[in-house]
Structure formats: structure tokens, C-alpha cells
């Protein structure tokens, strides 16, 4: 069955650490593969994606994920974390022609 | 550009009561969704229209039916409102529905509550 695993609910970081937020999928063909960020009270709105080729896609906001297809994983990280980062994440993955199947979303909290 | 644009914001109904959620984008998309949002669920898909004049069910269509009006506005009205329903409503767009390049667009969500 297509699934999306993004097993940290919440994750908590200090402004200026790293980050790494994980995300698995289930899915039988070449993956679509996006990172969505919601800031609280407004919509989604797309990090970055990724689609073939190079496995390290870059985004906005300084964020970068790594399609590993032997992990079936696609991780979005970031070397130093803002205060303004602080939001909910979901990964997704284009399962058909219309379709979207979302995470649960992960909740960064970050520290000053 | 105001994008995606939902209305209400935030509505409160009785069991039983009706509603319709409006959506309008300005983008010029063809294609046009409906997502519940829930806690620890994610985004599930309600309704999705590809193109102006479709409509499609999604994963979890029961109690909703939608309205593509014309190419900017897609309604979800709820004919009777049970607690079940109570959730985060969004719609969002895309210029083409076929293609992954062309990414979803979200309005900011409408919070429905139903006691």
C-alpha cells in the first residue's frame, strides 16, 4: 500500500543547530517526493521536490532533502535552524495522476 | 496576487446544520482539491476537480459534495453537519493536473467546528 512514515511528531532544536526531519515512503514506482512547510494559521506551501536526478534537491527558506531509494527515505535537513523556521512539515508523495498521500506532519519547536 | 482564497475562516455549526465552504484562485489553474486536515491524520483528500466541469471523489468524500462553479471557484457544502466533520478544511489549486511540476497551492483553511 502507498504510505508516508514521518515517525517524529515533534522535534525540538535550538536556533542555529542542525536539522533533520525524516520521511519514508511506500510506494511501487519512481516516487514524486515534496516537503511542504505550515506556518501556524496559514496553508501549506511547497519547501522543494523532487522528481529524478540528482539525489539532493535544494529548496527555499535554506532547506535541502536527499532521496535515498535504498532506504526509501527523503529526509529534508537544514545546517542551521532560525527562529522563523518553526512550523509543522509534512512530506508527500505524488501517488497517480492526482493524487497526494501526506504525512502526519512533524512539529519543529525551536529554542532560543 | 491573492493566490488561494477560502472563506469563512472559521465557522461554528449545530449537528444537522448545513454549509458551504467557498474557494476561489486567481492563478488561472485548472485543477482544484478539497483536504480535510486532522490531528495525526495528515491531509486526506475530500474532492478534487481536474479541470473545469469534473468532479472526483477522493479518500474520504462521504457527507460533502462540491461545486465546480467555473475555473477559479470550488465549493464543498456539507449537507448535515455531524461532529465527525469537525476539522480543518483547505483547498488548493495547480496549473495542470497531470503533472508533479506543477505544484499544489494552498488557501490558508477554513477551522469547522461541529457540536
Known amino acids: 500500500a502507498q504510505s508516508v512514515t514521518q515517525p517524529d511528531i515533534h522535534i525540538t532544536v535550538s536556533e542555529g543547530a542542525s536539522l533533520e526531519l525524516r520521511c519514508n515512503y511506500s510506494?511501487?514506482?519512481?516516487?514524486?517526493l515534496f516537503w511542504y512547510v505550515q506556518s501556524p494559521g496559514q496553508g501549506l506551501q511547497l519547501l522543494l521536490k523532487y522528481f529524478s536526478g540528482d539525489t539532493l534537491v535544494q529548496g527555499i527558506k535554506g532547506f535541502e532533502a536527499e532521496f535515498k531509494r535504498s532506504q526509501s527515505s527523503f529526509n529534508l535537513r537544514k545546517p542551521s535552524v532560525h527562529w522563523s523556521d518553526a512550523a509543522e512539515y509534512f512530506c508527500?508523495?505524488?501517488?497517480?495522476?492526482?493524487?497526494?498521500?501526506f504525512g502526519t506532519g512533524t512539529r519543529l519547536k525551536v529554542l532560543a | 496576487n491573492a493566490g488561494v482564497t477560502q472563506t469563512p475562516k472559521f465557522q461554528v455549526l449545530k449537528t444537522g446544520q448545513s454549509m458551504t465552504l467557498q474557494c476561489a484562485q486567481d492563478?488561472?489553474?485548472?485543477?482544484m482539491y478539497w483536504y480535510r486536515q486532522d490531528p495525526g491524520m495528515g491531509l486526506r483528500l475530500i474532492y478534487y476537480?481536474?479541470?473545469?466541469?469534473?468532479?472526483d471523489k477522493g479518500e474520504v468524500p462521504n457527507g460533502y459534495n462540491v461545486s465546480r462553479l467555473n475555473k477559479r471557484e470550488f465549493s464543498l457544502r456539507l449537507e448535515s453537519a455531524a461532529p465527525s466533520q469537525t476539522s480543518v478544511y483547505f483547498c488548493?489549486?495547480?496549473?495542470?493536473?497531470?503533472?508533479?511540476?506543477?505544484?499544489?497551492?494552498f488557501g490558508n483553511g477554513t477551522r469547522l467546528t461541529v457540536t
Open positions: 508527500a508523495v505524488g501517488a497517480g495522476t492526482y493524487k497526494y498521500i
Open positions: 488548493a489549486s495547480r496549473a495542470q493536473a497531470g503533472s508533479y511540476n506543477s505544484p499544489l497551492h
Open positions: 476537480s481536474a479541470s473545469e466541469g469534473t468532479t
Open positions: 492563478m488561472n489553474h485548472n485543477s
Open positions: 510506494y511501487g514506482a519512481t516516487p514524486y
